[in-house]
């Protein structure tokens, strides 16, 4: 088998030469496809939290942001995600926001390819496979910067160090009681950690394999999970947050609404997979339960494909290496080696000439993304009142606008709202039948319209007057309302971070 040079070899040779070529194209990649950094609209919320919570002295358990009916207690699982954002930023500048991205990102491909070099993968085996991974995974890491991108990275750390249990080292067991705190704190995809270690017991467990250790770390971290600022009633927010539907929340649809291109990309990483399974049985695939469970669930659910793309790039590339197919292609790769470390370094410098055309130090917060026009309207009229907002710009009203205004719905879904009030304003923007009910079941003020739903129409035909408008949105107030008319028709806005 072709191995690597030693790191501390002073001479180069043709295969480091590789090595360092498949690692520098594959990360010039995955960072060409982040390089348009605009800001998750979660984000808002989560640096509103912790402002308030400041301002408070506590962390907030009941909403300030909402005028229409909240859940109590108010459980933020991405609360610690706003945290580190926050003083990031506050000491560190919103560029910070950028390094934490990117060395997420590129952090969870490492933990990932180290994962299968350990399970024995050539690294040209693993270079051939990881732009597939990175194809299916980038998604999770593409704005800035996503909760779940915690997730993303712990989970593939997770599986690195079960691959270096596997391997007899018990080493990583105390160190990760520290980290797995910090994950469940971070983001509520913990619960994919506890999902993934039990299947690796129970394969453990299957195979004969020793797993009475492991049982004893999946029994602690259940009991680090009361390691939170909301106690036992975390866990009651899990139980809701598991098991309710979205049918509202785009995200939670199959992976083939993603489209042609990344459904195809998923089938053929799924045809490999099979390939791999039919050529070496169920014993020779390692992590076949995990890799399976994470395959049903991105399947059902696009949001969650990154985590079958991690599984997939973890066990995939050694069980294929044993294959006929991976013996020919590393027979392939090591004849033509010049070619291959031409090609990596091609593939390095077009996807930073990508990078850089996209301008990946820069964070956008684009219209029509963001209603930053009717905002900063708002904003130089000092309107105070309540604002009805679609799901996915509440966030960004209230951080820009509160205490001054109040918003109907944002994108905290499970955590605040309830599923009448999240249903209202989905049916509203929608133009439903019972519309116009939702403008007087609560105190209303104002109307927040973007010109692309089916409301706009309604709207225009009703009482309300329009008193603003620019390209993308329009907003409607409350008739008797003494607000100056403005018409920015012409116009479309960027806007500011933070």
């Known amino acids: ?101 990117f060395s997420l990102a590129l952090g969870c491909g490492y933990c990932c390819l180290r994962c299968a070099r350990l399970g024995g993968a050539d690294y040209r085996i693993s270079g051939a496979c990881a732009p597939l991974a990175i194809a299916l995974s980038y998604l999770g890491f593409f704005t800035l910067i996503r909760a779940q991108a915690y997730s993303f990275f712990f989970t593939a750390l997770l599986l690195l160090l079960l691959q270096m249990d596997d391997r007899g080292s018990r080493k990583w067991i105390i160190p990760w009681f520290a980290i797995f705190p910090i994950w469940l704190n971070v983001h509520g995809g913990f619960v994919v950690g506890l999902g993934l270690l039990s299947l690796h017991c129970l394969e453990a467990m299957l195979l004969r394999k020793s797993f009475r250790h492991l049982l004893l770390v999946l029994i602690a971290m259940c009991l680090e999970i009361f390691l939170n600022p909301y106690g036992r009633a975390y866990v009651g927010y899990l139980a809701r947050a598991l098991t309710m539907a979205r049918p509202y929340s785009a995200e939670w649809n199959p992976v083939w609404e993603l489209g042609s291109y990344r459904t195809i990309v998923f089938v053929v990483a799924v045809l490999i997979a099979f390939f791999v399974l039919a050529s070496r049985g169920i014993r020779g695939l390692p992590g076949i339960l995990p890799l399976s469970a994470t395959l049903f669930e991105a399947t059902l659910h696009r949001k969650l494909l990154p985590f079958f793309a991690i599984a997939w790039l973890c066990y995939i590339p050694p069980a294929l290496q044993e294959t006929a197919a991976g013996a020919w292609l590393l027979r392939f790769t090591h004849r033509r080696r010049n070619f291959w470390l031409a090609a990596w370094v091609m593939l390095a410098c077009i996807s930073v000439a990508g990078a850089v055309r996209h301008k990946f130090w820069q964070i956008s917060v684009p219209q029509p993304i963001y209603p930053v026009g009717p905002v900063d309207y708002l904003a130089e009229q000092k309107f105070h009142g309540n604002i009805l907002v679609p799901f996915r710009l509440g966030s960004y009203v209230s951080w820009k606008l509160f205490p001054n ?92 971070f933070p």
């Open 405 to 496: 205004c109040k918003v109907s719905l944002d994108s905290r879904y499970e955590e605040v709202y309830p599923d009448n009030v999240v249903r209202d304003v989905f049916n509203f923007y929608d133009a439903q039948p019972d519309w116009h009910s939702t403008l007087t079941k609560d105190p209303t003020d104002l109307v927040l319209v973007p010109k692309d739903v089916p409301l706009q129409k309604k709207m225009r035909e009703s009482n309300w007057p329009r008193i603003y408008v620019d390209q993308q949105f329009e907003l409607y107030a409350k008739p008797g309302s003494a607000i100056p008319v403005v018409d920015r028709s012409s116009y479309s806005f960027v806007g500011v």
């Open 1 to 101: 088998m072709l191995r690597p040079a030693s790191a501390h070899s002073l001479i180069l040779t043709d295969d480091s030469l590789l090595l360092y070529a498949i690692f520098l194209g594959l990360g010039s990649f995955f960072v060409a496809l982040l390089s348009y950094n605009f800001v998750d609209i979660d984000l808002w919320h989560e640096l509103a939290l912790i402002r308030e919570s400041l301002s408070a002295g506590r962390l907030l358990t009941a909403d300030p942001y909402a005028y229409t009916p909240t859940i109590r207690p108010w459980i933020d699982h991405e609360w610690g995600a706003g945290a580190i954002a926050y003083f990031a930023i506050h000491w560190l500048g919103s560029g910070a926001l950028l390094i934490l991205k």
